[in-house]
Each structure stands twice: as structure tokens, then as C-alpha cells.
């Protein structure tokens, strides 16, 4: 029994009991499908209503399919980051080790001590997991974990300086992305903020010519995603912390990433790490549990026990608090640390990858792909450089390998087929080629990556699958 509609057109139920409307909601439940399908015919009544003719039942469900796919791909899925960008931001950040998301997924699938004290059995807090770890790699007098480091900085200033001065370098009034600025922040928690000294250079004198009655304390923010070249100065944080304590002040630092290891060892100019800066005297420290500490995200708080019990007593604490999972990801990530299997951390071994290896693995891509090419298509091993991303060491690349491809007049378009595939995968359009980089793809996902590419160079034009995936 067919009902249609006032313009010929079928009724979304009919549509809905196709064979794509029924993919549809297989997928993602009724109401879904059932909207998908209200869209496809209402944009037709409209477009019927202006003079078209009346779509074949074949065309909706086409139509259908199309709406689902798109749907597909707008939910939160897993893609193959084949960006080169170890940090990418928009891409989630450092991926977990084998043994971090197994914590987490326990964590997740069960109960834990979250806030349970087993030699007790009475009432624990979540603000202190994570802190024995964090004490012995960092040497903080204490440490507490929230949801990001975004939050640590507004809980810490919120707590330490709130209606009071804040001192902050010209410099370092500085916007990490996603609107999160600095000076923002500070209005955010209360803080008044004092600036001081120059754009492109600040000196002690100028710290010290703005401390007054009313400051709470001096801050110094890391300049993660940009750099500064030319006539600059700036305050080393062992000096900022000594003119601080001279007058009774707390010195914050927010580093952003959070580095446990030295990144000279990759080649890279030095990244101050979590230690290094506690050691020069900064009262409290805050940092990402994503970037290059290559944790889940998690803000982390070290430093002075008085000042880090202010965070935990204060009432943002709840609002920004971490949950389980995480923190059973981050202790399994800092245990890598401790028990020395640095490279267990999927961003160290990525950062870490000879050069070498990078090439023979994209050699050995690039000719399994080079019998599916079409015929003004090309494949080869090339190199490349990438960022390490995440707002940290900016300006600076690594050497790289992976696959190029060639495709003339149709780049964008086979970059759009590989990000619409299954696995999505995201690679890099550079002028005249799209590159492929194999840092961030883990050598067990070649042939996910390879197989990925050979439907989306199957769907081209002038192959047997259609011009438009
Ligand atoms: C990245 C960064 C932040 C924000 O950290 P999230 O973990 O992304 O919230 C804050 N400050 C600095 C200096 C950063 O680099």
C-alpha cells in the first residue's frame, strides 16, 4: 500500500521502509532515519513546488544513502592521522599506549577507588590519584589532576590570585586557539590582570616595578604556538621565582606541554620540562596530560602543597574535576615513565622513528599502490617535514617519509574520498601532491591505510566505481 504525497512525492514512511531507509535506521535508530528521510523529501517538495519534476524512488533512496553517509561522518569516529602532525590538536591529541586505554577501559567497564580509601574504607579523594607519580617524576611537593590544562589555569588563579593583580609578560598574552586567551582567563577567575613590559621584551625591572599592595602573584605563560625572533627579552622563570618569593608573592607557570624528557634528544630545541621549571622555584605549574607528556586529556596542577590545597578546596575543583577514566589512562602513561619504557608512549615512538624506517615503509606502500593508479596518476616514497604540533615547539619540523601521490586536476578530490572513507583517513594536499605521512600512522595500520587508499582511487573518475563518493 503506497501513500503518496500531495506533490507525487512518496510519504516519508515509504522512504523510510526502503532499502536505504532501513540502512538508515539500522545504523542509527529510528527518529534518525526517520528525519533523514523527512529531509529528502521536503527538500524535493520545495524543489517540485518551484517547478521540477518529481524524483524516481531510486533517486531518494540515493538520496537517503547519501544523508546517512554524510551523518556517518559528522558522529565522532576514529580516523587515520596521516598528517605527519604527532600533536594535532583537531585530530585528539596524543593517542593512548595499548596499556593507558586498557586502564581506561577498565576504569570505564567497572568500579574503582575513584574516592575510596581501601586502607580505610572510608571516603577518599579523587584530587589525590595521580599525585605519588606525578611527585616522584616531577619532584612537586604535591599534584592534583582536572579535566585540562585549561581548567588548571583558571582553578589556580581562581584559587592563588583571585581579586588581586596578576603580573604577566606582553609577551605572553597569548591565545592557545580555540579562544582560550590568557587574558581572558584571568577575568574569568577573578584575577586582575597587570601587564608588564613590552611586546617583544620584558625585563626583571619591569616585574619588579609592578609589584604593589595589591598583586597576588606573578605568572608566566609558555609561548606554545608561536615564536618570537629578533629584538627580544624575556624573564627566565628562576629569577621571576626569586622576585616573587623576595616579596611574599607565589609564582605560577603555565608551560602547556607538559615535558618529562629532554626533546633535544629529537633534535628539537629544548622544551622546559615540568622539573626543570619546579626546580627553578615556580610555586605551581600547570600542564596539558596530551601533548607531549602523550597522556590523555588532563590538566595537571604541581607544586606547593599550601597552594596546591587551595585548588583542591576551592569550589571550581568540582566543576573541573577529572574523571575515572582518564585517570587510570594517566597513571598507566606515568608509570611508563617510571618504570623507563619511554617509548610504550605512542607519541615518543613516533617522535622517535628513524628516518629509515619511515622510508622503506613508504617504499613499500608506494609500489604495492603504484598497480592501482590510474594512468595519469603517480605514486612514490618521498619525504617531507612535519610539525610536532599541539602548541608546542613551534616553528620546528621533523624530517619525514611517506607515500606522495600524484593525481592531476583531482587532488582535492581524492583527499575528500580518503577522508569520507572507511577507515577516514586525513593526509596533507601540499601544492601539486597529497602526501601521505607515515609518522603518525602506526606500521600495524599500513594495509588499513593501503586498503583505505585503493577504494578511494577505485571511486575516481574513469574508474569502474563513480565520479562522486
Ligand atoms: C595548550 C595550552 C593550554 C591549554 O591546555 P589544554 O590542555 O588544551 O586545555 C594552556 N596554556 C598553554 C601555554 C598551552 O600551551
Redesign the pocket.
Known amino acids: 500500500m503506497e501513500r503518496v504525497g500531495r506533490r507525487g512525492l512518496p510519504a516519508v514512511d515509504r522512504l523510510l521502509r526502503s532499502e536505504a531507509g532501513r540502512e538508515a535506521e539500522a545504523r542509527f535508530g529510528h527518529a534518525v532515519a526517520r528525519r533523514l528521510c523527512r529531509e529528502v523529501i521536503e527538500t524535493h517538495r520545495q524543489a517540485v513546488g518551484a517547478g521540477e519534476g518529481i524524483p524516481s524512488v531510486a533517486e531518494l533512496e540515493r538520496e537517503v544513502r547519501e544523508a546517512t553517509d554524510r551523518t556517518g561522518r559528522s558522529l565522532f569516529r576514529s580516523v587515520l592521522n596521516a598528517t605527519g602532525v604527532v600533536l594535532h590538536t583537531n585530530l585528539g591529541r596524543a593517542p593512548l599506549s595499548d596499556e593507558a586505554a586498557a586502564a581506561a577501559t577498565r576504569a570505564a567497564t567497572g568500579y574503582s577507588n575513584l574516592e575510596f580509601d581501601l586502607e580505610t574504607g572510608r571516603r577518599g579523594s579523587r584530587h589525590r590519584h595521580g599525585e605519588l607519580l606525578l611527585q616522584e617524576l616531577t619532584g612537586a611537593e604535591a599534584a592534583m589532576v582536572v579535566n ?4 588548571a ?1 583558571l582553578l589556580v588563579l581562581s584559587a592563588v590570585a583571585s581579586g588581586r593583580e596578576v603580573l604577566l609578560s606582553r609577551g605572553e598574552m ?1 591565545e ?1 586557539g580555540g579562544s ?1 586567551r590568557i587574558p581572558d582567563v584571568m577575568e574569568q577567575s577573578g584575577c586582575r590582570l597587570r601587564e608588564v613590559g613590552t611586546t617583544n621584551r620584558t625585563r626583571l625591572a619591569d616585574y619588579e616595578r609592578a609589584i604593589g599592595l595589591d598583586t597576588g602573584a606573578v605568572l608566566k ?2 609561548q ?2 608561536f615564536r618570537q625572533i629578533g629584538f627580544t627579552e624575556s624573564v627566565e622563570s628562576g629569577r621571576l621565582a626569586e622576585l616573587a618569593h623576595g616579596h611574599g608573592l607565589p609564582f605560577i607557570e ?4 607538559g615535558v618529562l624528557v629532554e626533546t633535544r634528544e629529537l633534535g628539537l630545541e629544548h622544551e622546559p620540562m615540568i622539573q626543570e621549571v619546579l626546580r627553578a622555584g615556580a610555586d605551581l605549574v600547570t600542564a ?1 596530560g ?2 607531549l607528556l602523550g597522556g590523555p ?1 588532563a ?1 595537571l596542577i604541581l607544586g606547593r602543597r599550601r597552594w596546591v590545597d587551595a585548588c583542591r578546596r576551592h569550589p571550581l575543583a568540582r566543576a573541573v574535576r577529572v574523571d575515572k577514566m582518564t585517570l587510570a589512562a594517566l597513571q598507566a602513561t606515568l608509570l611508563h615513565y617510571l618504570r623507563g619504557e619511554g617509548d610504550a608512549v605512542p607519541i615518543w615512538r613516533m617522535l622517535r622513528q628513524p628516518l629509515s624506517d619511515l622510508r622503506a615503509r613508504a617504499e613499500r606502500l608506494a609500489a604495492r599502490v603504484a598497480g592501482a593508479l590510474p594512468p595519469s596518476a603517480s605514486a612514490r616514497a618521498a619525504e617531507g617535514r612535519s610539525p610536532v604540533g599541539g ?1 608546542s615547539l613551534p616553528g620546528q619540523e621533523l624530517a619525514t617519509a611517506g607515500l606522495e601521490l600524484r593525481v592531476p586536476g583531482e587532488l582535492e578530490d581524492l583527499a575528500r574520498r580518503l577522508r569520507w572513507g572507511e577507515p577516514s583517513v586525513v593526509g596533507r594536499v601540499e601544492g601539486d601532491r597529497l602526501f601521505l605521512d607515515l609518522r603518525t600512522v602506526r606500521p600495524e595500520e599500513d594495509d588499513l591505510l593501503l586498503g583505505a587508499l585503493f577504494r578511494a582511487l577505485d571511486a575516481g573518475p574513469g574508474r569502474h566505481g563513480e565520479g562522486q563518493a
Do not use: C, E, R
Not at 148 to 151: L, Q, R, T, Y
Open positions: 585540562n590544562n585549561a581548567a589555569v597569548v592557545i582560550f605563560v609558555h606554545s604556538n603555565d608551560l602547556g606541554s596539558s596530551d601533548k586529556q590538566g602548541g
